[in-house]
């Protein structure tokens, strides 16, 4: 199962930002909106299918798959490079640095944001 944190994420690495947007649960059960313009729906356990026509699965080891060839490849050193030049660190349980200045966290339930400089270097 997907968290709203991890789709959040997964909606920076498809829809790259500059400015602040947040992620929302909807009312209907498996949906989620993104003020950055992407939709993402719920389609099982281990995949989501975005308004952009993108969908991710979860693969056996963890890996996320992406049905548009986008790969990601965990570092050593603990972060995520996804082969469209996004890369995705660990800051804390539930806050996430990103190579493009933005910083994605759970700020309440059934929502999470993504911000640039959330917290400056």
Known sequence: MFSLLEITILA???APQSGDFICRER???GEVFCSN???V???ADDK???SNFVDVQRGAEGEYLFSNGIQAI???AGGVWFSNGITVRRRSYNTFDFSNQMTCQAILPGAATCRRDL???
Do not use: D, N, Q
Request: charged share 25%; proline share 10%; no cysteine.
């Open 74 to 76: 965990r570092s050593a």
């Open 119 to 121: 917290y400056p270097k």
């Open 27 to 29: 009312e209907e059960p």
């Open 48 to 50: 989501l299918r975005f």
């Open 12 to 14: 920076m690495v498809l």
């Open 41 to 43: 729906t719920v389609i």
């Open 37 to 39: 313009g992407l939709t």
